[in-house]
């Protein structure tokens, strides 16, 4: 009810497992008599006046997310609660709701959990939304068939944007940058007088720069040192990073 009463046009609601908590989460979601929402929109009606009273029951989306076996197992339930516009996986929960370990996208288990929860969303005509890590992991979950995702977060967006201007104002990025797109395989090279390596496809190989960058579905697999390495994908190897080493959610490094 507060996200609600300062503005926002809906909710995502976490952890829910059964039909009971689908329609706790819409009636907090509606003003009575369709639910249980209190009235103290401040900043909503700051912006739409009193008739925002009249409105906000259309107006607002209750989204709820199915990231757990039990939320799994009840979805096709949960997705025919009146009320409830849309289901939303985060897949790290997810994944641990199924016993795997977490960032498992590619298991069979959990594809097929991402298929269910597609098929009750389709059957009772609501939208479908997952958490995606990257833009790559955003448009292929898109491709897949859901309606809406995310492309990241605000903090790694707020670190790409500073790590950017800083790179400008020390003049680093006029140095030369290679990219091994996603269909190219690069084997048995060692790179030299490459500023920055970005790796789509895949690359055995060796080098000493500044900056490599795997991205989701990119593999790279050899001896690094570096800089700055930013790994979305899968690193296997030796790998030295002098200053900074980030790994994200979707990335893997072993060796």
Not at 9 to 36: F, H, M, S, W
Not at 160 to 181: C, M, P, Y
């Amino acid at each position: 009810g507060k996200a609600l009463d300062v503005g926002a046009q809906g909710v995502i609601v976490p952890l829910v497992n059964t039909v009971e908590d689908a329609r706790k989460a819409v009636a907090a979601c509606r003003y009575p008599p369709a639910g249980a929402r209190s009235c103290g929109p401040i900043r909503a009606a700051m912006h739409e006046g009193l008739a925002y009273l009249q409105t906000a029951n259309e107006q607002v989306a209750c989204v709820v997310m199915i990231e757990t076996e039990e939320g799994l197992r009840n979805v096709e339930t949960i997705a025919a609660t009146d009320g409830v516009d849309g289901l939303f996986i985060g897949p790290m929960d997810l994944c641990y709701g199924l016993g795997l370990a977490p960032g498992s996208f590619t298991d069979a288990r959990f594809q097929q959990a991402l298929g269910t929860i597609l098929a009750a969303c389709a059957k009772h005509g609501r939208a479908a939304g997952i958490f995606g890590y990257t833009p790559e992991m955003a448009a292929q979950s898109l491709q897949a068939g859901f309606d809406f995702a995310s492309a990241g977060t605000d903090g790694n967006f707020l670190r790409a944007g500073a790590a950017q201007a800083l790179e400008a104002a020390r003049g680093d990025g006029k140095g030369s940058k290679l990219i091994v797109g996603p269909d190219i395989k690069l084997k048995g090279a060692e790179i030299t007088d490459c500023d920055t390596l970005v790796v789509e496809g895949r690359v055995e190989a060796s080098m000493d720069s500044r900056v490599i960058q795997i991205a989701q579905q990119g593999v790279f697999s050899g001896t690094v040192g570096i800089d700055v390495a930013e790994i979305h994908g899968r690193f296997e190897g030796e790998l030295t990073a002098r200053k900074t080493l980030v790994i994200h959610a979707t990335g893997k490094v072993s060796g």
